[in-house]
C-alpha cells in the first residue's frame, strides 16, 4: 500500500497513514486502499479491533486538493454534472461509513492536525484519542464550499450542535483541551508515544472481549444513536435473542478466576453472494 502500512498482531488491526511528506492528504489512492482494507476485515472477521493512527506532524491534511481538479473533478457546468455529484459523493462517503458498520470497534489516535476530510473520517470512529497540542478544523468552508463526507452529519450527534454550527461556520480550530471538554475525545496525551501507547492499550482491553458480544454491543449503541428508547430496547431483546451465549459468559468468569486471558470464537468469515459460484 502506498497511504498506509498495516499489521495484524494479538487480534489488533493496525492502520497507519504513512506519508507524512504530504501531511497524509487524502487522495484517490488513499481512498482505494483505505476501502480495500476495511473490506478486507470486515470480511475475514479475525481482528477484533481496528486502531488507526498516524506519522509526522499531523493525522491528516484531509482531501488533496489537488482531487477537485484532477480525474475525480466535479463538474458544475450542467445539470447533468451536478447530478452525477450525488453519486461520487455517495462512494466517498460508502467509504467512512465502512468505518461505522465494520464489525469492530475503531479506534482513531490523532496527533497534530485533523482537518477536513480527516474529521469526516474521525467522527465515524468508535473513539479518538488526541495528543495535547492537536486540533480539528471543519477546513471546507475555508475554501468556499460546504463538508460533505460525513462531519455535519456526525459531529452533532458526538458534540454540542451550537459549537458544531461554530466550527462549521467560522473554520476554526477546535484544540484537543476543548475536544475533550466537549466529549469528541475520549482522553489527550503529552506526547505521540504516550498517545499510541494509550490507545494499544485500549485496543487491547477490547481485543480480550467475546468478538460477537463486541459486534452486538456497536449494534446496539448505534441503533440507540439513531431511535427512540423504546424501539432501542425492542432492539436489545431481538438482537441478545440471537447472539446470546452461556459458554462465552462462562469463560469469561473462568479466565478471570484463573486470571489467564479468555479464548473466544472469532466471528465467521463472510463471503459475497456475487463471490459464489
Request: proline letters at 4%; aromatic letters at 8%; glycine letters at 6%.
Amino acid at each position: 500500500m502506498q497511504c498506509f502500512s498495516f499489521t495484524t498482531n494479538d487480534h489488533i488491526a493496525h492502520l497507519v497513514l504513512s506519508q507524512p511528506d504530504t501531511l497524509n492528504a487524502m487522495n484517490p489512492t488513499f481512498w482505494r486502499e483505505l476501502d480495500a482494507v476495511l473490506t478486507q476485515l470486515h470480511q475475514e472477521g479475525s481482528a477484533r479491533v481496528l486502531l488507526i493512527s498516524s506519522t509526522g506532524k499531523h493525522f491528516s491534511a484531509g482531501m488533496s486538493l489537488e482531487t477537485f481538479s484532477g480525474a475525480v473533478a466535479m463538474d458544475d457546468q450542467s445539470p447533468e454534472g451536478r447530478a452525477a455529484v450525488f453519486d461520487l459523493l455517495g462512494d466517498m462517503q460508502a467509504t467512512f461509513t465502512k468505518l461505522e458498520t465494520l464489525r469492530m470497534p475503531v479506534i482513531a489516535a490523532i496527533q497534530g492536525g485533523c482537518i477536513g476530510g480527516a474529521v469526516d473520517m474521525v467522527t465515524a470512529c468508535c473513539i479518538r484519542y488526541a495528543t495535547a497540542d492537536a486540533f480539528f478544523c471543519i477546513q471546507e468552508i475555508n475554501i468556499g464550499m460546504v463538508a460533505d463526507v460525513g462531519t455535519l452529519q456526525r459531529l452533532p450527534k458526538l458534540i454540542p450542535l451550537a459549537v458544531v454550527k461554530e466550527l462549521a461556520y467560522t473554520g476554526r480550530r477546535l484544540s484537543a483541551q476543548k475536544a475533550l471538554g466537549y466529549g469528541l475525545v475520549n482522553e489527550v496525551f503529552e506526547s505521540p508515544q504516550a498517545l499510541l501507547e494509550g490507545a494499544l492499550k485500549c485496543a487491547a482491553e477490547i481485543a480480550q472481549k467475546p468478538p460477537v458480544a463486541i459486534w452486538g454491543t456497536k449494534q446496539a449503541v448505534h441503533f440507540a444513536r439513531d431511535h427512540t428508547v423504546d424501539e432501542s430496547l425492542k432492539q436489545m431483546g431481538w438482537l441478545q435473542g440471537a447472539i446470546w451465549s452461556n459458554q462465552h459468559v462462562r469463560e469469561a468468569i473462568t479466565a478471570a478466576k484463573a486470571k489467564r486471558p479468555p479464548v473466544f470464537t472469532p466471528l465467521s468469515a463472510l463471503s459475497s453472494f456475487k463471490d459464489l459460484s
